[in-house]
């Protein structure tokens, strides 16, 4: 794994401070295929490729020895190629699939530990998924599709229509409510979907490749309705995709998964500053960098009285945007953070990271996996 330096805590630590994770993974295996047990920790398949393991054992390992947190109020995009382990990891979040080895705490609590109806009170109220395919009930309406989950949790029939129109106004269906979802449009059956889960104020929402069958502009809306809702409620998402654009959109840190293992971990920063290896930069070669990365990168130290005087932009800036303010400028412009004058950023700095020329060997180091 790479930037992001992860503690191990017990997964019995009650999860009581906002700055405790809402899941830790550690050492999670699934494996599919016969006697499954025997693959986790043993050293004889562990230098096995995905084919290699699949001809020997006929088992896949679909998740292979993965530790992560997903933290509080963050949006973790989990990306990778069809095949790579996606599906199958996040659905062991809530044990729809059951893993193979390792753990899962979630608040805390240990998942594998739960029976039942703790499991159930899991998923219902406090990691609710939202689905490709919708999930939606052709013979109801919009508004009893949405109080759906609610429903079934037993609320009052007055409450529930209540609180399913707050989220329908939420996610922009107003006036649709006794719509039946065939006569919906693609996005707004999956504004549906996702308020059907907002509905039961769920502590983390994970969405399975929510998106993926509605067209770009449809996409990008619903995009747009996801930033949107985090910024406005900071609830913690787990978001599949295997679109790299949607990951760097909407992703605080993206988790890369190759043959169901990390490859790399970390903002969207970072990976396309720092990719971890030959995989990671091909699959990053074409983003626009100067959207990515900020000025914190690509600052050098202030010279002469530089640091005195001139326009001053944040750290966070990104480079595009500091491009504008260095043409401004005339000059330069400070990289400023409290008062504190970082460095200096001028059209040579800039125009590194647009032609990819910024890469810091040592930063490359702490990256690699
Ligand atoms: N029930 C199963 N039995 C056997 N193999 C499975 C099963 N479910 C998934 N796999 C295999 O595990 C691997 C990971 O699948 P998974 O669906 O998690 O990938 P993904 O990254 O989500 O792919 P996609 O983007 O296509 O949905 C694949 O090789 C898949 O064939």
Wanted: hydrophobic share 40%; with cysteine; glycine share 8%.
């Amino acid at each position: 794994m790479t930037t992001t330096t992860e503690k191990t805590p017990s997964p019995e630590t009650p999860a009581t401070d906002a700055a405790a994770p809402v899941f830790t993974v550690r050492d999670l295996w699934k494996v599919f295929g016969p006697k499954a047990q025997r693959i986790p920790g043993n050293e004889e398949f562990a230098g096995l490729s995905a084919a290699e393991l699949r001809e020997r054992t006929g088992c896949t390992a679909a998740v292979r020895e993965v530790s992560f947190d997903v933290q509080r109020g963050e949006v973790f995009v989990v990306m990778g190629l069809s095949g790579s382990g996606k599906s199958t990891l996040v659905r062991t979040l809530t044990r729809l699939i059951e893993p193979t080895s390792g753990s899962i705490s979630m608040d805390g609590k240990d998942v594998l530990a739960m029976d039942k109806n703790e499991l159930r009170e899991l998923r219902r109220h406090k990691a609710a998924m939202v689905f490709q395919n919708f999930g939606l009930l052709p013979h109801r309406t919009v508004l009893d599709n949405v109080a759906y989950g609610l429903e079934i949790q037993g609320v009052s029939k007055a409450e529930r229509r209540a609180k399913a129109m707050e989220v329908v106004a939420k996610v922009g269906l107003e006036g649709l409510e006794d719509r039946r979802p065939t006569q919906l449009s693609g996005g707004q059956q999956q504004r549906v979907g996702l308020a059907r889960a907002l509905a039961v104020d769920p502590e983390v929402l994970l969405f399975d490749e929510p998106f993926s069958a509605l067209d770009p502009l449809i996409r990008r809306d619903m995009q747009e309705e996801v930033i949107r809702l985090h910024r406005e409620e900071g609830r913690t998402m787990v978001f599949i995709t295997h679109d790299l654009s949607e990951a760097l959109r909407l992703g605080d840190r993206i988790m890369l998964m190759r043959d169901g293992a990390i490859v790399q971990l970390g903002t969207p920063e970072e990976i396309v500053a720092n990719p971890a290896d030959d995989y990671v930069r091909d699959f990053v070669q074409d983003v626009a960098r100067e959207q990515v990365i900020s000025v914190r990168r690509a600052m050098r130290p202030a010279e002469g009285d530089e640091a005195e005087s001139g326009a001053a932009i944040s750290p966070d800036t990104l480079v595009v945007d500091a491009i504008e303010a260095v043409a401004r400028s005339g000059s330069y412009c400070r990289v400023v953070d409290n008062g504190r004058t970082l460095g200096i950023v001028d059209h040579e700095q800039l125009l590194a990271v647009v032609a990819g020329l910024d890469s810091d060997p040592q930063d490359k180091e702490v990256a690699a996996v």
